[in-house]
């Protein structure tokens, strides 16, 4: 067997050529004369020489009993194996077709030549013996590969060994180099193919790889956005054997700049060497320059309306800039600590995608806040302050990325209401000195590293994977240094599929002051509201220096109405849950708001929601929670309504 085995990947053989064989060879069989291969193979690929003695001739009007098959010219198959391809046994019925039959089974094994002939010989009793002689192929010694880089010479051995000292069997190293191919197409690498297959003398087979080298990348459709901000997203490089899947990272790195479209990739066989293909991005460009007014209802700032400007491709080079501002009537369903007052925000952003590589991002902001204290009752409390984070994603684990952010802050409190806060300090005989240090605020340098592990699904609705997060705070006063604290947080949280669209997560969150006995009350963990403990008022279980959360959530589609027409023509409504759920925390270390408000510091509650899923925001929420613990002389045994926006784990 010298063959070469060209783009197919498939050994074939020249089947008119060995029917001239077969036809040249033939002889005659009982009980009538020569037969043509096409007699007796019917197409198949195999030339059979046929003989037959005088005397079987002379007897061609008789019906013999076959008394005997012996099979000549074996040196490796085993006989048991060719006669498990015989279907005529002794004490049959001596029959010509049969034998055809027989010998093409022996043919279609795949290890001997078409040098087969199949004799009956006439024996003294009026029995027939037919011997069956073969010839097996070259046995195969060994094997060469040539050509791979990306795919190990033992990954591609593997399919073959079987075949070593065997004689050469052409079906069953098409279906090997098939396995090799597929080794390939499994890994990324779809343009790789067996070239040819050769043999030597002395048994060996040679097999080239060819595994689809790109010759160039090229960039089309991009008006706007610069060259190099579409090639720093190409992370393929030409000289490389292509991968689909690497492909694909780097279109979905592209479209997620938020400049495009659409963006896929077309292959060429190069003109000058067809082993090597050229590859061409194409990209659509979409506006990008956007001006956003809304509005709404969100238990931390009210009723609320927004205005925003955007560009998501500032001067065509893939970075972000924006500026919005908010205002509010304020938290609602706020309990008596938290002091009536309008909410405002504003805030500048810049975002870079690519700092340093493309695998470094960096986050830039400026930002005011004026609103009444959540932590510290009855103040109105106002931030300003700017903000940088640099985020890295690891190549040897794209799940994981580390960030790290240092800003500037500074926090300024004042009175509300002296009057009311005076009586309930007088009311539980505390010094109304201890009022001061409620109101301590500064100015603080922020130095906060953070890991953030994400296996989460894509898509609107998260039904899959894992979010979990650690971070460290060090917060150092740069007006007073023994305001200097530092703080510990972590969370996990675990999303697990039920059925087609329903899901069931799990949230464990934790954190906690880990030194720095003057941490301005301003600066205190608090748990109650739409981000932690749903069915309590905003830090209505309590605030303080540690605190330890926990949630359980079942989500489904609104039932039957996926299924309505109305359903189909409004997209969105595919984005929509209801949840049943249960949240419970408590508070470690508590403030001085806790005692001069009768908080519990632990709550377990329980309820239901509706969340509607937006991209890019998380889920819009409206839950009504009912306390299952003892909410405290200024909670609510019924529960109450909370309005969010975002997800518990931020």
Known sequence: MRKILRESNLLRVNKNFYKLIITAIAVTLCPLTAISADEFFEGDTASVQAEETSAVLSAEKHERVLKDVEIH??????TEMIKDKIHLKSGDIYNRDTIQSDLRNIYDTGYFTEKMRAIPVNNSDGTVTLKIILEENSPVTDFTIEGNTVVSTEEILAPLLDMKGKPQNIT?????ISKIQEVYTSKGYILARVSSVSDDPDGTIN????EGTINSIAISGNEKTKDFVIERNILVEPGTVYNENQIKEDLVRLYATQAFKDVT???????????TYDVVINVQEQRTASISVGGGLDSVTGVFGSVGIADNNFRGRGQRVSLNGLVGSGVILNDASIQRRMNMQFELSFFEPHFLNADTSLMNKLFYRDFGSYQVPLAIERRFGGEATVAHRFKKNPHLTSTFSTGVEYINLKEGDFDKIAGLFNKYNVPISERANQLEGGLFLSLSPALVYDTREGGAVTRRGTLASIRFSEDIGLDGFNKTHGKLQGSIKQYIPVGKKSSLSFLAKAGGKIHGDNMPDVMAYRLGGPYTIRGFKMSGVGTGDAFVMGSAE???PIPFLDRTRLARKIKFLDNVRLTAWMDAGKIFDNTLADTLYDRPGY??????????????????SIDYGIPLTNPGPNGNKNGYFTFGVGDLIY
């Not at 069953?172 to 090997?176: E, K």
């Open 172 to 176: 069953h190293l098409n279906n090997a």
């Open 207 to 210: 097999i080239n790889i060819k």
């Open 603 to 620: 709550a377990i509650t329980a309820g239901v929601g509706l969340k509607l899923y937006i991209p890019g925001m998380g889920p819009l």
């Open 265 to 275: 990739r077309e292959i060429e066989p190069c003109p000058e060497d067809p082993d």
């Open 73 to 78: 010219g074996l040196n490796v198959i085993s």
């Open 554 to 556: 079942f989500a489904t």
